[in-house]
């Protein structure tokens, strides 16, 4: 006969040998109001986030901490201590950090100009393509700047004109 797990109850051969019979009766007979499944259960254990997070049992970090010193001011100091050490390090900053070398900065901005005037001509050859090949002028347009550098052309006329001493 096959050991339960913890929680479970043991079913006698007679409830085995009715439930195989009818399993439609015994699954209701089992379900009642309240109980669930082994299935259930087990699904629902799994979901749960196991205490102490993935280190392995006997690890070095689930160990109790030795205390070096009996003195509680120094403990708490170290307890606190040993805190930021982790925010630090979970941050990476302080002594944790990876900074990068002044040459590394450099090279980062010069790649970081490149992209944005790459981008930038990207754009302009988009819009240079969507606009018209031919700058067609409406007759308005074209009828004003002929009347323009016909007045121009009367006033300078004019001029030399009256230098010259015909008016």
Known sequence: MPKNKP???AQSQSQTAASTSFPAASASQKLKAGEQSAETRKGRQEQKPRIGGPAVPGAKSTLPRTVTTTDPQQQQFEN???E???RLRQMK???YSEAPSPADKYRKRLEKQKRKREQQRKAVEK???TAPRQIHLG???????LVIVAILVVVI??????????F
Do not use: D, K, T
């Open 7 to 9: 929680g479970e109850q």
């Open 80 to 82: 606190l201590n040993r």
């Open 84 to 86: 930021m050490r982790r």
């Open 93 to 95: 900053a302080g002594p």
């Open 127 to 129: 819009i240079a393509e």
């Open 139 to 145: 007759r308005r347009v074209i009828y004003s700047v």
């Open 157 to 166: 006329v004019l001029a030399v004109l009256h230098h010259l001493g015909v």
